[in-house]
């Protein structure tokens, strides 16, 4: 047993380290979410947020969009001239997206400020990505409603985490310390 432990290592260690930086963030997001106050930005401050950026996006495409609290569940709805086309979701905030890939990111640390820097940016972009996709999906919902299954099911989520995987790679062979160690 010993000599697995020893041969697979790193292996250990990167499941061990992205599973307790998963499970804490996890942890902290749930307690945002539960002591969020629903009141001023329903359903809370980030998911209002996404809501709201994504209809100036829509509005700056030229969409006439408008977002209002959903009446009957904890979200925001998308309306495009005037057609309701969409609610925007807790998940839809792309912070569980973001908590993916700074846990894989931690794991496979590389130097102090580098990792921080690309936590950052990587972050920053996956939101920033998110929010087009968002303004995306609703632009294909309105003009080909009857594809919703495979652009909400297959198309747009492929798009941030295909996004996701591909900061992966790159932090991978450019920067963590197992590039370090066997590069």
Same mark, same amino acid.
């Given at each position: &047993?010993?000599?697995l $432990? %020893?041969?697979?290592k790193?292996?250990?260690k990167?499941?061990?380290?992205?599973?307790?930086?998963? %499970?804490?963030?996890?942890?902290?997001?749930?307690f945002?979410?539960?002591?969020?106050d629903?009141?001023?930005?329903?359903?809370?401050?980030?998911t209002?947020?996404?809501?709201?950026?994504?209809?100036?996006?829509?509005?700056?495409?030229?969409?006439?969009?408008?977002?209002?609290?959903?009446?009957?569940e904890?979200? &925001?709805?998308?309306?495009?001239?005037?057609?309701?086309?969409?609610?925007? /979701?807790?998940? #839809?905030?792309?912070?569980? %997206?973001? /908590?993916?890939?700074?846990?894989?990111? /931690?794991?496979?640390?590389?130097?102090l400020?580098?990792?921080?820097?690309?936590?950052?940016?990587?972050? %920053?972009?996956? =939101?920033? $990505?998110?929010?087009?996709?968002?303004?995306?999906? #609703? &632009?294909?919902?309105?003009? =080909?409603?009857?594809?919703?299954?495979?652009?909400?099911?297959?198309?747009?989520?492929?798009? /941030?985490?295909? &996004?996701?995987?591909?900061?992966?790679?790159?932090?991978?062979n450019?920067?963590?310390?197992?590039?370090?160690?066997?590069?």
């Open positions: &047993m010993k000599e $432990v %020893v041969k697979y790193l292996v250990i990167f499941i061990l380290t992205f599973l307790l930086v998963y %499970v804490v963030f996890s942890v902290l997001y749930h945002y979410l539960e002591f969020s629903g009141a001023t930005y329903y359903p809370d401050y980030l209002h947020l996404v809501a709201q950026q994504t209809q100036n996006l829509l509005n700056g495409f030229g969409y006439n969009t408008q977002v209002l609290p959903h009446p009957n904890a979200s &925001m709805q998308l309306i495009v001239n005037g057609t309701y086309l969409a609610r925007v /979701i807790e998940g #839809c905030n792309a912070v569980s %997206v973001i /908590i993916l890939f700074v846990s894989f990111v /931690i794991a496979f640390s590389g130097k400020k580098t990792t921080l820097f690309f936590i950052l940016s990587g972050s %920053v972009l996956i =939101y920033a $990505v998110n929010l087009l996709r968002i303004a995306i999906l #609703c &632009m294909a919902l309105y003009h =080909y409603p009857e594809h919703e299954g495979v652009l909400h099911g297959v198309v747009f989520p492929g798009i /941030i985490y295909g &996004m996701v995987f591909l900061l992966w790679i790159f932090w991978v450019r920067f963590s310390n197992l590039k370090n160690k066997h590069g």
